[in-house]
T-cell receptor, first 115, second 111 residues
């Protein structure tokens, strides 16, 4: 069974440019998460989707970040404009449903470097 | 106080050694806990879940001390392949199901 797929794996852009990341969760997983991981830190949740609905986006910096999961399957996270401090790994994860006992499976991440 | 705190390490141990690291959590109402493993430049993967006093899986044992609010991970007979960062994870005790990750403890197993 295919795992969580993310693209691109690496992205280098100049500050003030836009960037987008794509995630395809494990088939049948209703819950999708976007995390941000800085070097030497654990992942931090940016947004959680239940199907196509964003149910927790309290940590998403809405002035520059946006996300969508239009058909409740794959998802896109966008940053516009990017800032130097956005350099990090952006991880996508999915689970069958939400709930503490549902294991979250992570994708390989997109490593963003903003110059 | 951070919700989840870990010693960043690194713990540098020889093959075959037993190593343990702790994770402290701030919310005494927390009921479940997880250890994730993250290899260098890879994604985190679930290693163990802890729902009661502890859990054991082969060479790995997780123990929970509710009175002192910490979880430990014990690795016996360390292998070179155990070298990784171990992330302690504590779900929020609310309807958000939000996982709070510690910063991780780095383990290096040397030949």
């Amino acid at each position: 069974e295919a795992g969580v797929v993310q693209s691109p794996r690496y992205k280098i852009i100049e500050k003030k440019q836009p960037v987008a990341f794509w995630c395809n969760p494990i088939s049948g997983h209703n819950t999708l998460y976007w995390y941000l991981q800085n070097l030497g830190q654990g992942p931090e949740l940016l947004i959680r989707y239940e199907n196509e609905e964003a149910v927790d986006d309290s940590q998403l910096p809405k002035d520059r970040f946006s996300a969508e999961r239009l058909k409740g399957v794959d998802s896109t996270l966008k940053i516009q404009p990017a800032e130097l401090g956005d350099s990090a790994v952006y991880l996508c994860a999915s689970s069958l449903t939400s709930g503490t006992y549902n294991e979250q499976f992570f994708g390989p991440g997109t490593r963003l470097t903003v110059l | 106080r951070k919700e989840v705190e870990q010693d960043p390490g690194p713990f540098n141990v020889p093959e075959g050694a037993t190593v343990a690291f702790n994770c402290t959590y701030s919310n005494s109402a927390s009921q479940s806990f997880f250890w994730y493993r993250q290899d260098c430049r890879k994604e985190p993967k679930l290693l163990m879940s802890v729902y009661s006093s502890g859990n054991e899986d082969g060479r790995f044992t997780a123990q929970l001390n509710r009175a002192s609010q910490y979880i430990s991970l014990l690795i016996r007979d360390s292998k070179l392949s155990d070298s990784a960062t171990y992330l302690c994870v504590v779900p929020r005790v609310d309807s958000s199901y939000k996982l709070i990750f510690g910063s991780g403890t780095r383990l290096l197993v040397r030949p």
